[in-house]
């Protein structure tokens, strides 16, 4: 049992993040419920750097590092997803054309423009957040949270079409999602932030899911980490506001 539990934890960590790690993508697709373990180290270098510069630099030097090294850990393969969808609703016509838009390897106007509007947004809005690690832990932590519930609410709620993204959906079980609520939630409380942020997650991924359907006949891997990139930037608004 210990060892299977270990295998599901490496082959999350090998998918989801830039860590080397050897792991099966089929265990991962059925593993998401322990994403809230993987934000949690996800996000820790990220907090501590914006900790310490913030000793010795400017909080939006401090925040431009720390976004850097939280992208470092999760790879660009969300903002890639990010891109392509904006590149296919910004796309005329029927939804094949709007998927090819999604599927061709040059970055649109519309896909460019959302990814500079996203990790801009996300460094000012983590320049706000000014004291403790464990603030800027929580800070950060939360938005990842909500991310990657936005994720697993897509694939909870989304209709998907073939692909990577169907894959994963047809590993997923309703299940998975209580049990991702319910880790996050234990993160949530032990840090003592703003648990209700993580419905901005759910909310986001819920639209998302339905944008999906409507634009492109269905969610794929790219809606999936577009919802991530979209949850974790408005999460973060939203904390400043409340903040």
């Known amino acids: 049992m210990k060892s299977r539990t270990l295998e599901k934890l490496k082959s999350v960590f090998s998918f989801f993040t830039t860590v080397p ?40 030097l401090a925040s431009i590092i720390s976004i850097s090294l939280l992208y470092a850990m999760t790879g660009i393969i969300h903002l890639d997803g990010l891109s392509d969808m904006f590149d296919g609703l910004a796309k005329q016509g029927d939804a094949g054309q ?18 500079i509007i996203v990790v801009i947004t996300e460094t000012f809005a983590l320049s706000e957040i000014n004291g403790s690690f464990l603030l800027i832990l929580s800070f950060l932590l939360t938005a990842e949270l909500s991310a990657k519930l936005s994720m ?14 169907m894959m994963f959906k047809a590993s997923f079980k309703a299940s998975h999602f209580f049990y991702y609520l319910l880790i996050s939630l234990i993160f949530i409380f032990l840090i003592r932030y703003y648990w209700f942020m993580l419905a901005a997650g759910f909310v986001t991924g819920y639209i998302i899911s339905k944008i999906s359907k409507a634009y492109f006949g269905g969610a794929s891997g790219d809606v999936v980490g577009a ?12 904390m400043c506001l409340a903040y």
């Open 21 to 60: 790690v050897k792991g099966n993508i089929e265990l991962a697709a059925g593993s998401l419920y322990i994403l809230p373990l993987v934000s949690f180290i996800i996000v820790l270098p990220a907090a501590a750097a914006k900790y310490l510069l913030d000793m010795r630099f400017s909080p939006v």
């Open 98 to 115: 709007k998927i090819r838009a999604m599927k061709d390897v040059n970055t649109g106007v519309a896909g460019t423009a959302a990814i």
């Open 152 to 165: 697993v609410t897509v694939m909870a709620f989304g209709d998907f079409r073939e692909g990577l993204g």
């Open 227 to 238: 919802a991530n990139e979209l949850s974790r930037v408005i999460t973060m608004l939203l």
